[in-house]
């Protein structure tokens, strides 16, 4: 059973392959939004992972992400999560991400818990 309160931390290396311009969101060599945002989903899902029922996992649904700050190549993003909420399935975490010189951005995300094989399945089944 999830409770509020579990907490998760994941960092990410900045380098040339996860900046704006590599990933096409902007032209300088700093920390791209985009990673950011897969940084803060990363260690939500890795924070409850282990406490869910086999064949089950999350899936992302909303993200609402503020990035405050740069970060060259050469440092590192951290992430920090915490489940603040379960509703049901639906899990809503807070995420505040720093690197070596201070905070860098914060938001809210919610997850959706599912059955990994019936959510596949129906993923599939828009192929035809």
Do not use: Y
Request: proline share 5%; net charge negative; charged share 20%.
């Amino acid at each position: 059973m999830l409770e509020a309160g579990i907490r998760g931390q994941a960092s990410v290396a900045v380098t040339p392959e996860n900046t704006a311009r590599a990933m096409g969101s902007g032209t300088l060599e700093v920390f791209a939004t985009p990673a950011l945002a897969a940084l803060a989903e990363k260690t939500c899902w890795e924070s409850v992972a282990s406490q869910l029922d086999p064949g089950c996992g999350t899936v992302g649904t909303q993200l609402s992400l503020e990035h405050t700050a740069p970060t060259p190549v050469g440092m590192t993003v951290t992430c920090e999560s915490e489940l603040i909420a379960v509703d049901g399935r639906k899990l809503t975490f807070s995420v505040t991400m720093r690197d070596e010189k201070g905070p860098v951005g914060h938001g809210v995300h919610q997850r959706f818990v599912i059955d990994d094989a019936k959510f596949f399945a129906k993923a599939q089944a828009k192929r035809g």
